[in-house]
């Protein structure tokens, strides 16, 4: 009788467990909706305590771009051809990386009584503030073809490589 029992017991064998990446896949598959929910009230709160909401998104980017090419422009007197729409790329890159990773930090630190209640994956808050910084990426992405346009810039076949480069940022964010 023991034996039958023994046999049917499993032997855990930790060679036979997938890659820690897989699994914490798998687990962010298996917490989708509380991915979801997370995402979607971070941008919901943003834009609804915001006075210009989504415009706000937009003109944050501008703003500073128009701010940065009339001083690099007129002060340090240089002339690089489509400069605003070079400035603005890295303004919006920049923004969604230090976003992301700062809402990050802050949704680990601020999440801390939820995650001693129930079991949560510690990985859904870093996920749901890239989530976050890739909606207010693409809303951002708006004002710079906008500008690309405006300025009379040529939109290049190289453009389908943006979203491996926008791929490689977030993973490297999720790494910061």
């Known amino acids: 009788m023991t034996d039958e029992i023994q046999a049917t017991k499993e032997i855990y064998d930790s060679s036979k467990r997938p890659h820690?990446?897989?699994?914490?896949?798998?687990?962010?598959?298996?917490?989708?909706?509380?991915?979801?929910?997370?995402?979607?009230?971070?941008?919901k709160t943003r834009y609804k305590r915001s006075f210009l909401g989504?415009?706000?998104?937009?003109?944050?980017?501008?703003?500073?771009?128009?701010?940065?090419?009339l001083v690099f422009t007129n002060l340090f007197r240089f002339a690089i051809q489509y400069y605003p729409v070079y400035l603005l790329s890295g303004l919006i890159l920049w923004n969604f990386f230090s976003s992301t990773t700062i809402q990050a930090l802050q949704g680990m630190i601020l999440s801390g009584g939820l995650l001693n209640r129930i079991y949560v994956p510690k990985s859904v808050f870093t996920f749901s503030a890239l989530g976050t910084g890739l909606v207010n990426l693409t809303i951002s992405l708006v004002p710079l073809f906008a500008i690309t346009l405006f300025l009379g810039m040529k939109i290049h076949l190289s453009i389908l490589i943006m979203p491996l480069a926008i791929l490689l940022l977030a993973i490297f964010s999720l790494g910061i």
């Open 20 to 43: 820690p990446l897989i699994e914490e896949f798998l687990t962010l598959i298996k917490y989708r909706d509380l991915l979801y929910q997370f995402v979607s009230s971070s941008i």
């Open 54 to 69: 989504v415009i706000w998104t937009l003109l944050n980017p501008l703003l500073m771009m128009v701010v940065l090419t």
